[in-house]
């Protein structure tokens, strides 16, 4: 009887000694209150208790578990940082102010501040520390169609300016320029062209043109065709912005070759469909395939809104399509095609 008495008793004593353990430190520390969770460098889960008040004098215990966390030691109270290290404690002067220009290029990170990092997760779950250094590049220098603009060497025909000719005298010979040796101006190749064109365009459907963004003008065999001084051709119509908004701007122009490549000539309409400027033998630059962009020949060409221009007609001739691009590649010379179709690409650039 007794025995049994006293395995009871050692029971109730065991029992009451777990339920108080579980009671003490069962509970997660990360559910504890007072503690926050973080991230050091190495990936590791940390824990840090959080100061009753910001005003608490820091003890050495804070300073050890800031050690052992990872965590650079805390500044006391009333000391400057690293950033406000960097000029006296006086009014700012031509010596000691900041140069913004310098601080930029190290990627805003001022002497004594740590690198910048970011934790990620992969794909076992394991958390992973990356350090990364700001992008320091200026604007242009990210977006390198920022560059600096050459405009493609061109062919470009403007309306003639009168001269004021005489009328000739009464029974002068018509052959005279002939017999002496004297060849006659050539007629203008605008005039040429606007002979016949292009007031019967204005009932074509065209494209809007679209800032911010390269799009897309394709030529199909669906387009429209048009028998031009320069040879039939299907053709493309696009507005262009209003002169009311931009008095000019800078165009690039990229023609991609799908089996073979179409050679743009432009036309430069005024609102009643009269051709006030055409460009021919653009010497576009051309750009191999690689394996994430397809191959195009690239043009920089200037648009003037404010001048008149209100409408871009994309054609190409019949010379073109009888001739081909040639480009050196990595095993010889490569010869492209020139096709009566394509897609072409335009995108506003400097105004």
Request: proline content about 8%.
């Amino acid at each position: 009887m007794v025995l049994m008495r006293s395995v009871r008793l050692a029971g109730c004593v065991l029992a009451v000694a777990l339920s108080a353990g579980c009671q003490l430190g069962g509970t997660p520390i990360e559910q504890r209150d007072g503690y926050f969770t973080w991230v050091d460098e190495q990936g590791q889960v940390r824990y840090s208790r959080i100061p009753e008040t910001e005003s608490e004098s820091e003890g050495p215990e804070s300073e050890d578990v800031a050690e052992t966390a990872g965590l650079p030691p805390k500044r006391a109270l009333g000391e400057p940082d690293a950033a406000s290290k960097l000029e006296d404690a006086g009014d700012y002067t031509t010596e000691n102010y900041p140069d913004g220009e310098e601080l930029a290029r190290d990627g805003f990170i001022r002497p004594g501040q740590r690198q910048p990092y970011y934790t990620w997760r992969d794909a076992d779950g394991i958390v992973r520390v990356s350090y990364y250094k700001p992008d320091t590049r200026t604007e242009r220098q990210r977006n390198p169609d920022m560059a600096p603009l050459n405009l493609t060497p061109a062919s470009v025909y403007l309306p003639r300016q009168e001269s004021g000719e005489a009328e000739p005298v009464a029974g002068h010979d018509p052959d005279a320029f002939a017999v002496l040796g004297i060849e006659r101006e050539p007629e203008n190749v605008l005039t040429t062209f606007a002979g016949n064109c292009c007031e019967a365009l204005s009932n074509k459907e065209f494209e809007h043109w679209q800032e911010g963004r390269e799009f897309g003008v394709r030529i199909t065999e669906d387009s429209p065709v048009y028998d031009f001084s320069s040879g039939e051709s299907a053709f493309q119509l696009v507005a262009l912005p209003s002169g009311e908004f931009t008095h000019g701007f800078v165009t690039r122009l990229r023609s991609y070759a799908h089996k073979g490549v179409f050679v743009p000539t432009l036309a430069f309409l005024d609102r009643d469909f009269r051709p006030v400027r055409l460009i021919t033998d653009l010497v576009m630059d051309y750009y191999p395939e690689t394996w994430r962009k397809r191959g195009y020949l690239e043009a920089w060409v200037p648009v003037f809104p404010g001048q008149g221009e209100r409408w871009l007609l994309v054609i190409t001739r019949s010379e073109d399509l009888r001739a081909q691009t040639v480009y050196d590649a990595d095993h010889g010379p490569v010869a492209i095609p020139h096709v009566p179709y394509g897609e072409l690409g335009l995108t506003t650039f400097e105004e």
